[in-house]
């Protein structure tokens, strides 16, 4: 049994941990969207369990947020039973704990953060393969029982239960004050969707289904510009920080819609989006490294696209911080990632400042605009590995044309047609140029 007893001793002052501090601490600093997605977590690294492949076709998540309770529900295997015990509810992550290979969820404090924060009461339900259980947690109650941190397992049932029965239900009750509002707001759910949209977007796209209050959420789908003139800078990095495994950072980068909202660099760790449309100092921008130096983000810069995708067996070599929602900027994978986007970044900068600078010519003469119109869209896996992002120039079709127009009287003009032979104002123009030109210029 997990309990704190004060010492007897006179000569000790207790130390031991409260209850309440634990849960003050924990809920503090997250935002019920990002404790939601810690739940979303746990079902995707439930699915990883079940299938190591990554084939996750046939397994969902379904969520429920009302003003009156919160459900999250899936088909992904289960709690196991020795890890309920031992591990799932414990206040962090316990020595001798077997991960999930590439893991979403690495701190342990996840689930029971997200509990908390929701509400006063919650009852986990899960069918693993070889046991059915459930827990059921007053919290008040259990705030009460300063000495007893333990949660009761009830209902259990060990028996061999069939894949298609597996899987895991968290319900919320008795929700915390402000949280039913929260809950009641169309904003709200927007935005809970649309970051459970970005940040799962890879197990998505792998099979796993995701619905919330009833309705499917369509993934994202990550595409950059790829044509025999542009083609999108896609290198790997496999890197070995002293952990279980090595970890392996792939960068895609180059140009997209032009789009000011969705611009930026995009972070994933084990899958998990950790920045979206990223425009700050964090992923490079208005940095300078090793000489090579990038501007501050600004609209010309709005086709920039960059996608980083860092993958490792061992989730504790990953740069996330503990609610996933930005990067540890002291860790060892930063700091070697960090020079890496620059790098990426610079050629595609100075294509984006040729392509803007366009905007003075001529439609004939732009061609580097023509060409990120012409290029189609391409998904990311169906990119090939290339070192640097390159753009060839297609063949310009003559030199810069200027367009030249004015008005003169309509009876001077008729008598030029007259002159020249022509019967059209934009062919007297053209030959009147020519006649101009042969009589008063002198070519080099």
């Known amino acids: 049994m997990a309990k704190f007893v004060p010492s007897d001793d006179p000569n000790k002052a207790d130390a031991s941990p409260t209850k309440r501090f634990f849960v003050d601490i924990i809920t503090r600093d997250i935002q019920l969207d990002e404790a939601i997605q810690d739940l979303v977590d746990n079902c995707v690294d439930g699915a990883k369990r079940l299938r190591p492949k990554g084939d996750y076709r046939g397994l969902k998540v379904e969520i429920e947020v009302t003003p009156n309770h919160f459900v999250i529900s899936d088909n992904c295997g289960g709690i196991p039973l020795e890890t309920a015990r031992k591990y799932a509810f414990k206040f962090g992550r316990a020595a001798g704990f077997e991960e999930t290979d590439h893991s979403v969820g690495q701190f342990g404090i996840g689930m029971k953060r997200a509990l908390f924060k929701m509400g006063a009461y919650f ?19 259990w705030l009460a029982d300063e000495g007893n941190w333990d949660f009761p397992i009830t209902d259990l049932e060990e028996r061999k239960f069939q894949e298609a029965e597996t899987g895991t239900t968290l319900r919320v009750t008795r929700l915390n004050v402000g949280v039913p509002e929260r809950f009641g707001q169309d904003t709200f759910k ?3 969707s649309n970051n459970i949209r970005i940040a799962h977007a890879q197990p998505m796209a792998a099979g796993l289904e995701i619905s919330f209050n009833g309705s499917a959420i369509i993934a994202s789908v990550w595409q950059l510009k790829s044509s025999d003139s542009i083609q999108p800078v896609v290198k790997s990095y496999p890197d070995d920080l002293g952990g279980k495994a090595l970890l392996t950072t792939r960068l895609h ?5 032009s789009s000011r909202q969705h611009a930026g660099w995009y972070i994933f760790c084990n899958g998990r989006c950790i920045l979206e449309a990223d425009q700050s100092k964090t992923t490079g921008w208005s940095e300078v490294d090793e000489g090579v130096a990038i501007p501050k983000y600004h609209n010309q810069f709005a086709r920039f696209r960059g996608y980083a995708f860092l993958d490792s067996d061992d989730a504790s070599l990953l740069p996330w911080n503990t609610t996933k929602t930005g990067l540890d900027e002291e860790s060892p994978a930063y700091r070697r990632l960090k020079p890496r986007l620059i790098e990426a970044m610079r050629p595609i900068i100075s294509f984006l400042n040729a392509l803007d600078s366009e905007q003075d010519l001529e439609p004939a003469d732009r061609v580097l605009t023509s060409a990120v119109a012409s290029a189609p869209a391409v998904p990311l896996a169906r990119l090939p590995e290339r070192a640097a992002f390159v753009f060839q120039a297609p063949a310009k079709r003559g030199p810069p044309m200027s367009r030249i127009a004015y008005k003169k009287p309509k009876a001077e003009a008729d008598k030029l047609l007259a002159a020249f032979n022509v019967k059209k104002l934009p062919d007297l123009g053209e030959r009147s140029f020519e ?8 070519d080099d």
């Open 190 to 192: 927007s935005i809970l």
């Open 435 to 442: 006649f101009a030109y042969e009589n008063l210029v002198e």
């Open 123 to 141: 009852e986990v339900s899960s069918t693993e393969p070889a046991a059915k259980f459930k827990i059921d947690v007053d919290i008040p109650l």
């Open 253 to 257: 980068a180059g140009v997209a819609e």
